[in-house]
């Protein structure tokens, strides 16, 4: 599976991004998908999961109420609508595939396939 994140941007404090992944391969439909963040200096962190039928969904507490992660399997596509936006915020993002599992889980270590980043930049 390969993966490519777009959408990250600068935005002013308050505004709204909306991150999309999309996926290589005739079996995204079978793997739970996350969205990760990297802020400068810092560990990489789970924001959202959402499970492979997009039933179930789970947030990092810091974006909940704030982000919504969806996708669609028609287009091998996974999305993070981010509104609200904090400085806070500013990180690269990386949406990733759990290969193993339907229902997506909150450490990095347990995803198998990784796209390569987006920047999200919030000014205050």
């Known amino acids: 599976v390969q993966l490519q994140a777009s959408g990250g941007g600068l935005v002013q404090a308050g505004g709204s991004l909306r991150l999309s992944c999309a996926a290589s391969?005739?079996?995204?439909?079978?793997?739970?998908m996350g969205w990760f963040r990297q802020a400068p200096g810092k560990e990489r962190e789970f924001v959202a999961g959402?499970?492979?039928?997009?039933?179930?969904?789970n947030y990092a507490d810091s974006v909940k109420g704030r982000f919504a992660i969806s996708r669609d399997n028609a287009v091998n596509t996974v999305y993070l609508q981010m509104n609200s936006l904090k400085p806070e915020d500013t990180a690269v993002y990386y949406c990733?595939?759990?290969?193993?599992?339907?229902?997506?889980?909150?450490?990095?270590?347990?995803?198998?396939?990784w796209g390569q980043g987006t920047q999200v930049t919030v000014s205050s």
């Open positions: 391969g005739r079996t995204f439909n079978d793997y739970a």
């Open positions: 990733a595939a759990d290969s193993s599992a339907v229902v997506a889980g909150t450490r990095a270590s347990w995803y198998d396939y």
């Open positions: 959402i499970s492979s039928s997009g039933a179930s969904t």
